[in-house]
């Protein structure tokens, strides 16, 4: 019999996270994830603990009663996120910035180093990227910096993990809370890219967290056929 396989994620308590979890638990994988709310709502290997990763001194400790015994990680998504305000980026604060910077960069460096000196067997680390990261549209502010910041510090980590392949995925839109406070409380008429974002829903181009879960699953495995490093988005891949 085959030994289990092991994926590590990152806010899996919810949206894209929860999806991708909950695909691999059901393939039989043992998943181990950590989020600000928790896990326990999925059947399956699931190994679930609580950090708020914007507090960067629990990170580590948390990540070490976690992840103690294991000794390889075939998969490492690294999804944990947060929006920020759809605003100029002149009107927008430098303190909410760096609430989404802590969040959407900083705390994934602090998690990275911690698995480069925790000698864990690593295969493949997915960056959970975004569109905005290159798109540069009106009002995406912090969020499209800290992405853009992401996509480059995928890169720069290839020099450090050179027996694991790395890349930052563009998941594409996913029907999830964060979305849906978007398409509620911001005017089109002012950031008129938010349309697109309230004529996908309900429509195959804007999946549940479940069935984006499968998909992205395929995509991250088309992800080993490109150079360690790329920044890839889901629906040029399909293309």
Known sequence: ????????????????????????????????????RGCTSLQGSLHDIQCNLSNFATIAPALHSLLDDVK???????????????????????EEIKQVMDINLWANKVIMDWLHSSGI??????????????????????YALSKAALNM?????????????ISALAPG???TRMLDDINNNV??????????????IGSPSMPEPRIAG??????????????????????????
């Open 1 to 36: 019999m085959s030994e289990k396989r092991n994926i590590f994620i990152t806010g899996n308590s919810s949206g894209i996270g929860y999806g991708v979890t909950d695909h691999y638990l059901e393939c039989g994988w043992n998943a181990y994830g950590i989020s600000r």
């Open 72 to 94: 390889r990680l075939d998969l490492v998504i690294l999804n944990a996120g947060i929006l920020g305000q759809i605003r100029e980026l002149n009107k927008t604060p430098m």
């Open 121 to 142: 067997q690593i295969h493949q680390i997915v960056f959970i990227s975004s569109g905005a990261a290159v798109n540069g549209s009106k009002g995406w502010s912090g």
């Open 153 to 165: 510090m995928a890169k720069l980590y290839v020099h450090e993990f050179p027996d694991t392949h």
């Open 173 to 175: 839109l996913v029907h």
């Open 187 to 200: 005017d089109t008429s002012v950031f008129p890219a938010i349309q697109r974002l309230k004529d996908a």
């Open 214 to 239: 499968r998909v992205l699953a395929d995509a991250f495995e088309k992800l080993l056929d490109y150079p360690s490093g790329s920044f890839l988005d889901i629906r040029t891949m399909e293309s």
